[in-house]
């Protein structure tokens, strides 16, 4: 029997939040947080992809709950000053 050892996370650039399910477009954190709120079997029942590919956004998330949270304050505030700014401009 040969084991086999896959990677279950395809990093994109620096930002946590843009690591996808490898072969999906799914993103790692979004998986994990399903997971957490309703199982992983529900996760991978939702996503469509396998138990296995679960638990790696599992380990990434927990490898990196700081950055994942930082980078989501980030885009929030990014958000609200956007939408601050959409508000001020005349239509």
Do not use: W
Not at 7 to 19: F, M, Q, S, W
Not at 54 to 66: K, M, R, S, T
Request: net charge negative.
């Amino acid at each position: 029997m040969a084991l086999e050892i896959r990677e279950h996370i395809k990093l994109r650039g620096d930002n946590p939040l843009d690591a996808t399910v490898a072969g999906t477009h799914y993103k790692a954190y979004l998986v994990a947080n399903l997971s957490l709120n309703d199982g992983p079997q529900a996760a991978a029942e939702h996503y469509r992809i396998p138990l296995a590919a679960v638990y790696g956004a599992l380990v990434f998330h927990c490898d990196n709950e700081a950055a994942i949270d930082e980078a989501i304050r980030e885009a929030r505030e990014l958000g609200e000053q956007l939408g601050a700014r959409s508000m001020d401009m005349p239509n």
